[in-house]
Every structure is written in C-alpha cells, then in structure tokens.
C-alpha cells in the first residue's frame, strides 16, 4: 500500500482482556515503530524493529505489552491483562532508514473500560 | 529538562500573518530534527526535517536550527485556516540514534 496501514482503527474491550493491534508498513521500509499518544501529549516511544528483530524495546511500559515482526513486514502489538491506563492512540510507524523521519499510520485509538 | 520542549498554546495568528513555532531540546538529542503536523483526531504527518544550523525552506515553510541555542523553530508564512493543527517537534535520542523524542506539541489556530 501507499502508506502506513493499521487495524483495527477502533477498539475497544474490558479491563483484563488481550488485544492485537496490526500495523503494515510502506513496502521496503526496514524500520518499524510502535509510539503511544495520549490525549495532549506528543507520541511516545514503546518498541523499534530493524527487520525482524526488536532492537530496543525499552519504551514498553511493563511486561504485558509484547510486540513481534515475525517476517520483517507486518508487526503486531499485543497487550495482555488491559487496565484502564492502557486508552490510548498506538501509533505504528515506518521508516526507510533511522535518519529520515518517521510515516505514521492512522493509529489504532484503544479504550479500556 | 525533557529532550525536547515545546510551549503548548495556544497560538492565534490571523490569516496571512506569519506563525512562529519554537523548541527546545536537551543534550539527550542528537542534531537531527523534523517537524510534524497533526490534525485533531489524526496521526503526525511529517513536514519537515534539519540537520545543519541554518535555515531550510520548503514552500510556505522554514525550518531553522541554533546549535548553540539548541532550539529549533518553524516558521509558516502566509498562514491559513488550513493550518490549524498542532506542530510536534521531534528529535532523535542520542542514546539510540534511532528513536524520535517528541514535544507535547503547539497547538497553532489561524483566524480568519
């Protein structure tokens, strides 16, 4: 596709249950971010992915949010046991080389009830 | 001190008028520097990007950097309702060379 893809662009589930959210990125972009944007807040910085690989994942909250790019293309972030503090814009984005600037998707707006 | 600091707004520039949009930023960051625009309910849209003290121009657009004052500003002249949107300053994390640190933002309005 021409630009960042991601899904669902809505979600929204009770405190305690998984989710998936999907992100696909620009054809032949290596790079690969997840951010998380809270309301009045610029975008925060959660994972990073160079191919496969999570090359620093130090900006996941806690250890119930995993991420996996198991081809090098699509990546999907999981997030187990949701609390209410996990509402938030998740922000998928690519890139074709680290000093380039980032091409967000969309985002994926999640809301914990 | 955050990496990169950014006044939140609001600004208010009347149509035409030319919005200066300032940050600031912390050794934490390296010299590579892009400015975003972000729609309300959008994700960030890149527009810019600098990496040499000076002045860089794109249209209605000029971004400036000041090593030594380690800021960046943005400057969009003939500024139009269209513009309305927040600008995100962002830096990459020295530490990782890879990561973008972002501002809050600057929520810009432009009136009629």
């Known amino acids: 596709g021409a630009g960042v893809s991601q899904t669902p662009s809505n979600k929204v589930t009770e405190k305690g249950k998984y989710v998936e959210l999907r992100c696909d990125p620009i054809?032949?972009?290596?790079?690969l971010y997840w951010y998380r944007q809270s309301l009045g807040q610029g975008p925060e910085f959660l994972i990073y992915f160079q191919g496969t690989g999570a090359a620093d994942d130090s900006g996941l909250p806690n250890d119930r949010f995993f991420a996996v790019r198991p081809e090098g293309s699509v990546s999907t972030l999981k997030i187990q046991r949701t609390e209410r503090g996990d509402s938030a814009v998740y922000l998928c984005?690519?890139?074709?080389?680290?000093?380039?600037?980032?091409?967000f998707g969309q985002g994926t707006r999640l809301t914990v009830v | 001190q955050k990496e990169v600091e950014q006044n939140s707004g609001p600004l208010s520039v009347p149509e035409g008028a030319i919005a200066s949009l300032n940050c600031t930023y912390s050794?934490?960051?390296?010299?590579?520097f892009f400015w975003y625009r972000q729609y309300s309910g959008k994700s960030p849209e890149l527009i810019m990007s600098i990496y040499s003290n000076g002045d860089k121009e794109d249209g209605r657009f000029t971004a400036q950097l000041n090593k030594a004052s380690q800021y960046v500003s943005l400057l969009i002249r003939d500024s139009q309702p269209s513009d309305s949107a927040t600008y995100l300053c962002?830096?990459?994390?020295?530490?990782?060379?890879?990561?973008?640190?972002f501002g809050k933002g600057t929520s810009l309005l432009v009136t009629p």
């Open positions: 962002a830096a990459v994390n020295s530490n990782s060379g890879y990561a973008l640190n």
């Open positions: 050794d934490r960051v390296s010299q590579s």
């Open positions: 054809s032949g972009h290596t790079a």
């Open positions: 984005a690519s890139s074709p080389r680290t000093d380039y600037g980032l091409f």
